[in-house]
T-cell receptor, first 111, second 114 residues
Framework: DAKTTQPPSMDCAEGRAANLPCNHS???????VYWYRQIHSQGPQYIIH???NNETNEMASLIITEDRKSSTLILPHATLRDTAVYYC????????????FGKGTTLSVSS | EPEVTQTPSHQVTQMGQEVILRCVPI?????FYWYRQILGQKVEFLVS????????KSEIFDDQFSVERPDGSNFTLKIRSTKLEDSAMYFC????????????FGPGTRLTVL
């Protein structure tokens, strides 16, 4: 089973920041936090990952709490095309390790 | 930007028939994966493949499934005798190497078993 807890759904107005929370209270020291998203029935798309420091890339920012028991994915200016299911996944940084998907958060961005 | 590609995009087959789903991973990637997603359900891991052998598989990946890398570019999933419950989206993914962790997914093949 997935080791993360996410709200089933969230809404966001276009142009506003979308903040998606994730709880991973049983995360181990060698496990990373990954975020993927799935738009409609397309293949999951990698967004960002981190171990303990906050991370930012062209798509999003990832804020990980100091105790690493939770994190927040931030889409700074959500657009309609960001409407998707967002998955928070914890896994060790080992080659071959499968991604275990939960139900994720369905983010609906509206104009 | 390099992409994982999958063919066909949609496959319809009769129960009991064999199907082969094809994937072309990103060219310099070394680790390959198959996942499936039954309509309305979670994405589920099936198998990972490295150095011409299976490195990990789930309980879903039973004897009716097999994977192969027949040449330097293709990665295939074979289902020997399809069942109705095999109807799903099948996603291929690839990963570059041991110390780069991102898995890149293809667009999927929708398998419909009648």
């Amino acid at each position: 089973d997935a080791k993360t807890t996410q709200p089933p759904s969230m809404d966001c107005a276009e142009g506003r920041a979308a903040n998606l929370p994730c709880n991973h209270s049983t995360i181990s020291g060698n496990e990373y936090v990954y975020w993927y998203r799935q738009i409609h029935s397309q293949g999951p798309q990698y967004i960002i990952h981190g171990l303990k420091n906050n991370e930012t890339n062209e798509m999003a920012s990832l804020i990980i709490t100091e105790d690493r028991k939770s994190s927040t994915l931030i889409l700074p200016h959500a657009t309609l095309r960001d409407t998707a299911v967002y998955y928070c996944i914890v896994r060790p940084n080992q080659a071959g390790t499968a991604l275990i998907f939960g139900k994720g958060t369905t983010l609906s961005v509206s104009s | 930007e390099p992409e994982v590609t999958q063919t066909p995009s949609h496959q319809v087959t009769q129960m009991g028939q064999e199907v082969i789903l094809r994937c072309v991973p990103i060219s310099n990637h070394l680790y390959f994966y198959w996942y499936r997603q039954i309509l309305g359900q979670k994405v589920e891991f099936l198998v990972s493949f490295y150095n011409n052998e299976i490195s990990e598989k789930s309980e879903i990946f039973d004897d009716q499934f097999s994977v192969e890398r027949p040449d330097g570019s293709n990665f295939t999933l074979k289902i020997r005798s399809t069942k109705l419950e095999d109807s799903a989206m099948y996603f291929c993914a690839s990963r570059q190497g041991e110390f780069t962790d991102t898995q890149y997914f293809g667009p999927g093949t929708r398998l419909t078993v009648l």
